[in-house]
């Protein structure tokens, strides 16, 4: 069984949530959420499917506005950022989507070079290329370069979607559902890869999944979100060392050793 | 009760429509901030140009020359009743330049043009690939929309006039098999009627229509929801919108062109 790489946890938050709400009309997503994620760690938000865990990521990166409480991220308070400050903000912060979301229109090289070459002024042809061949040799898929989106597969489309954020250094990555569809042997690798951008690029990092492989092979600490509130948090041992029926039952059900 | 429900549906589908109205407004006052402000995406500006401009060509000169022949064809009976089959060309292209070569181009790029639109930005919406550009601290809005709606407002008038051309060729082709003509007499007559005005109001018509078309795709796929059935859904009133439109604008500038005239 993979364990997350002992890596150097700062005593600086990197994210801090304080009694955060969020509903969609009659439906309350989140309902007082508090989570602290300090420099350097890997922080996995576990839960059921629907319980907000998206929607708490896609609120620190600015996608959507909560309805109450507090997010800062690198002690700046996301949703009063203005757009100008949010963009700044977004270039620290890497996004790595459920479905990777990557340009269909465009070749990986595209991919990779359309945040760098709009973000970074007076960057030359050389040094673009660099850059672009540096990133996907760090996730191993330097023979793809010159491909479509289309003719990846589910692993690589995930990797690719993880290079396009490290093009631009961030300090923090957040991973929406990472090994979600994808077969054991490519999760493991997946979970590998989540490790090694935390050793490379120092990141900290926020991991949403329900998948309780990934959260103990990525995890260094774990919090259980339920009907919009985390009802524990702490080591994998220590979220899973319980009688509470609903973590048993998750466990019970998701978990194979 | 039956009232009270009634009523509610009533105001709630008013709510909605002045919802809707005030969010396209929204958007396209974003789409004039967003253009205006530096620096264009130039490069994409090009590729949607070639995207929508020189890929319609095939299927504007197709359905140009057949309009332009069968418009001759038709028109030629009544004419030769009254023995003036040599006001044929000016006929046409008065019927050409004034309203169908405007007309016939935008629709079908409403059809082709516009639906691809909604559905391109439709299906990025809801695979989140709009969410990735924004997390990747760039502005979708200026690279998808705004190239969009420019490169539409561009090819369409051109499109559009090159319709003409095409139409009035196939007008000359019917003219040349039933009547003694040559081409450059053709054109002296179809002209002969054609002022500044008619080119100007087809000028401005095609303009309207390209901003039009590229405008709702671009909102409807913006704003798509709802997974696959949103891009379906997206496409389907890009098209359907923006005829809409499209007939109310002809209807107010021609009625303008004629006050004017």
Known sequence: M?????????????????????SFGELHVLRGVDLDVFKGEN??????????????????????????????????????????????????????????????????????????????????????????????????????????PSELSGGQRKRIGIARTLIMNPEIMLYDEPTAGLDPITCMEINELINEVRERYHTSSIIITHDLTCAKATGDRLAMLFDGQFIREGTFEEVFETDEERIKSFYDYNFVE | MRRNSRDYVITRRIDNLLLNFYEAYMFMGRFFREAFRGPLEFQELVKQCYQIGYRSLPLISLTGFITGMVFTKQSRPSLMEFGATSWLPSL????????????????????????????????????????????????????????????????????????????????????????????????????????????????????????????????????????????????????????FLIFLEEVAIVQITNWMR
């Open chain 1, 2 to 22: 993979q364990q997350p790489t002992s890596h150097p946890i700062g005593t600086e938050k990197a994210i801090s949530i304080r009694n955060l709400y969020k």
């Open chain 1, 43 to 148: 922080v996995v938000v576990l839960g059921r499917s629907g319980t907000g865990k998206s929607v708490l990521i896609k609120i620190i990166a600015g996608l959507l506005k909560p309805d109450q409480g507090t997010v800062q991220v690198l002690n700046q308070e996301v949703p009063s950022l203005s757009e100008k400050q949010l963009r700044e903000l977004r270039l620290k912060i890497g996004f790595s989507f459920q479905n990777s979301a990557l340009y269909d229109s465009m070749t990986v090289r595209e991919n990779l070079e359309f945040p760098l070459v709009r973000n970074v002024k007076n960057l030359s042809r050389s040094e673009i290329n660099r850059a672009v061949e540096e990133v996907l040799d760090s996730v191993g898929l330097s023979q793809t370069i010159n491909q479509m």
């Open chain 2, 92 to 243: 046409v292209s008065i019927a050409i330049v004034r309203a169908l070569a405007p007309l016939i181009t935008s629709l079908i790029s409403a059809g082709k043009v516009g639906s691809s639109i909604g559905a391109e930005l439709g299906s990025m919406r809801v695979t989140e690939q709009i969410d990735a550009m924004e997390v990747s601290a760039v502005n979708p809005f200026k690279f998808l929309v705004v190239t969009r709606v420019l490169a539409s407002t561009i090819s369409i008038p051109i499109l559009s006039f090159y319709c003409a051309f095409v139409g009035l060729m196939g007008s000359f082709l019917d003219v040349t098999l039933n009547e003694e003509t040559n081409i450059v007499a053709f054109f002296e007559k179809a002209f002969e009627q054609i002022t500044f005005l008619d080119i100007g109001s087809a000028l401005f018509k095609a303009i309207a229509y390209g901003f039009t078309i590229g405008m709702v795709g671009c909102y409807k796929g913006y704003n798509a929801t709802q997974g696959t059935q949103g891009v379906g859904k997206a496409a389907n009133a890009s098209v359907v919108l923006s005829m």
